[in-house]
């Protein structure tokens, strides 16, 4: 009797026990994470670069630059003699010209003269330059710049005058310092006066 007692009491005690480790299994647990990378979202990155765009300006127009070469002929200021072709004033007679031809872009020169003479004429054309070819002449092959313009011719005698000009002729570069010019000149005044000028300039760069 004594050991069955014993025994109820051992079984018992074990069903106490194990109630008691059931109840705490049963106890929920709740873990909380302190990580900053679980706190902080992380950003999104939707921002697109604009692509860069580089704008380029080309300038077209020619600069004015006095006294420099046309087309690889120098400018040049010299002294000519005028054969008067015909009309009364000092370029329809055989006169001395100072001529000279003053660049200003790479194709447009300006080509001041003036004759000399009983009633000077004072001659101011603008000309396109050419392109320079050759010629052959006497045996030996010539760079020529032929050249055509328009302008203004002034009569400076008492009965002072003012008419169109139209000009056309070549230069003829014998050298770096020097350049051969024949020109013919018909300036519209009170009659229509027409010269060939023939004659030598000095070759410059610049004003």
Known sequence: MLQRLSV???LASMSVFG??????????????????????????NNTKQAPVQQVTQTQVAQTIDPGR????????????????????SALGDTNF??????????TFSARPSVVIGDDPVVLVPLTY?????????????????????????IET???????????????????SNFTANATVNAAFLSETDVGLVLGVGYNFNGL
């Open 157 to 175: 005698s008492e009965d002072a005058d003012v008419g169109l000009l139209l000009t056309g002729g070549v230069d003829v570069p014998l050298s």
């Open 8 to 10: 109820l009491l051992v």
């Open 69 to 88: 070469p046309t087309r690889g002929v120098s400018s040049y200021i010299g002294v000519a003699g005028n054969i008067g072709l015909g009309g009364d």
């Open 97 to 106: 010209t100072v001529i000279s031809k003053i660049g200003l872009t790479n």
């Open 129 to 153: 330059d050419l392109t320079p070819r050759t010629a052959d002449a006497f045996e030996d092959t010539l760079a020529i710049a032929p050249f055509v313009g328009a302008g203004v011719a």
């Open 19 to 44: 109630s008691s480790l059931a109840a705490k299994a049963e106890t929920p647990s709740a873990t909380i994470s302190t990580s900053a990378a679980d706190l902080v979202g992380q950003p999104s």
